[in-house]
């Protein structure tokens, strides 16, 4: 199929009769790694689909054909191809039910060794783009008085690192922007989730997701070439099963009250832990008198 043709919703058939229990999802980032993961145990559990990326040809080859399944091409850094997706998942499925925010990269290295347009890149694709849909689908959610925002954040986004700089500042930005919208829609029966897994044997660390900073400084060269090898050898070998973060996933956005954070991973577990310890520990801030 052409790429023009999957953004003319009139060419797509309309299948809007929905049981009570299928949900329609659409879902960023789908054409490998833990988007692809989140489509196949969605279509399982029996839902309706909208898997989108940026290469509609490794869409199509990582998640096949289906009839419960629309791929569409979206790079969420484009609001008009958000809003575009969202109006074709309305004309095929009617609806959308769940929003699931996976699309994601990582510009790694130290804050000095980054360059300001690569951090600027890790804003956009982590925090503009989930905005970009998100904006785009809330309307959808509103009208129909129900839904679920699911975002994939991180430890990153509670907890932050050396070498994680630019990725959690885009993912502490995900925390405070999803705390802060989770109030206003909920009066509308919209409800938001955060995602916050350690290590997952997902693509985040493959070549196609990880953009290492140029080693630049002296004063970091050796720091740099230990930790690029240790990221580069963890790739494919995390302790966290991806098949079971996604079955979990499914499972709590069938609940009627989704929580408002899962912290996925045992690795996650300890650091998230140490951070919420640390601030019940500090000292209570007096006014002068």
Same mark, same amino acid.
């Given at each position: 199929?052409?790429?023009? =043709?999957?953004?003319?919703?009139?060419?797509?058939?309309?299948?809007?009769?929905?049981?009570?229990?299928?949900?329609?999802?659409?879902? @960023?980032?789908?054409?490998?790694?833990?988007?692809? =993961?989140?489509?196949?145990?969605?279509?399982?559990?029996?839902?309706?689909?909208? &898997?989108?990326?940026?290469?509609?040809?490794?869409?199509?080859?990582?998640?096949?054909?289906?009839?419960?399944?629309? @791929?569409?091409?979206?790079?969420?850094?484009?609001?008009?191809?958000?809003?575009? +997706?969202? +109006?074709?998942?309305?004309?095929?499925?009617?609806?959308?039910?769940?929003?699931?925010?996976?699309?994601?990269?990582?510009?790694?290295?130290?804050?000095?060794?980054?360059?300001?347009?690569?951090?600027?890149?890790?804003?956009?694709?982590?925090?503009?783009?989930?905005?970009?849909?998100?904006?785009?689908?809330? %309307?959808?959610?509103?009208?129909?008085?129900?839904? !679920?925002? #699911?975002?994939?954040?991180?430890? +990153?986004?509670?907890?932050?690192?050396?070498?994680?700089?630019?990725? &959690?500042?885009?993912?502490?930005?995900?925390?405070?922007?999803?705390?802060?919208?989770? %109030?206003?829609?909920?009066?509308?029966?919209?409800?938001?989730?955060?995602?916050?897994?350690?290590?997952?044997?997902?693509? #985040?660390?493959?070549?196609?997701?990880?953009?290492?900073?140029?080693?630049?400084?002296?004063?970091?060269? =050796?720091?740099?070439?230990? @930790?690029? +090898?240790?990221?580069?050898? #963890?790739?494919?070998?995390?302790?966290? =099963? %991806?098949?079971?973060?996604?079955?979990?996933?499914?499972? !709590?956005?069938?609940?009627?009250?989704?929580?408002?954070?899962?912290?996925?991973?045992?690795? &996650?577990?300890?650091?998230?832990?140490?951070?919420?310890? !640390?601030?019940?520990?500090?000292?209570?801030?007096?006014?002068?008198?």
């Amino acid at each position: 199929m052409p790429d023009a =043709d999957r953004l003319l919703i009139s060419t797509q058939p309309k299948e809007h009769t929905i049981s009570s229990n299928e949900k329609v999802w659409l879902v @960023t980032g789908a054409g490998r790694g833990l988007g692809a =993961d989140i489509v196949r145990a969605a279509l399982a559990a029996g839902h309706r689909v909208v &898997a989108t990326g940026r290469d509609p040809k490794k869409l199509d080859a990582a998640l096949g054909a289906h009839d419960k399944l629309l @791929t569409l091409k979206l790079d969420i850094t484009n609001a008009e191809e958000a809003k575009a +997706a969202s +109006a074709a998942a309305v004309a095929r499925f009617g609806r959308i039910d769940v929003l699931v925010n996976n699309a994601g990269n990582f510009y790694a290295g130290f804050f000095e060794e980054l360059t300001p347009d690569q951090v600027r890149q890790q804003i956009e694709t982590l925090l503009f783009g989930p905005m970009n849909v998100t904006r785009a689908a809330l %309307p959808v959610m509103r009208k129909q008085r129900a839904g !679920l925002v #699911l975002t994939i954040s991180s430890t +990153a986004g509670l907890v932050g690192g050396a070498f994680c700089t630019g990725y &959690a500042a885009g993912k502490f930005g995900i925390e405070g922007w999803m705390e802060s919208l989770a %109030p206003e829609i909920e009066p509308f029966g919209i409800a938001t989730m955060l995602v916050e897994p350690g290590f997952f044997r997902t693509e #985040l660390l493959s070549a196609d997701s990880t953009t290492f900073a140029q080693p630049s400084i002296e004063d970091y060269a =050796d720091r740099t070439a230990g @930790t690029i +090898a240790f990221l580069s050898g #963890l790739d494919g070998k995390q302790p966290g =099963d %991806p098949v079971k973060l996604v079955s979990a996933l499914v499972q !709590l956005a069938a609940l009627e009250k989704p929580p408002l954070r899962f912290v996925a991973g045992t690795d &996650a577990m300890q650091p998230i832990e140490a951070k919420a310890h !640390l601030c019940r520990s500090m000292p209570t801030c007096r006014r002068s008198r």
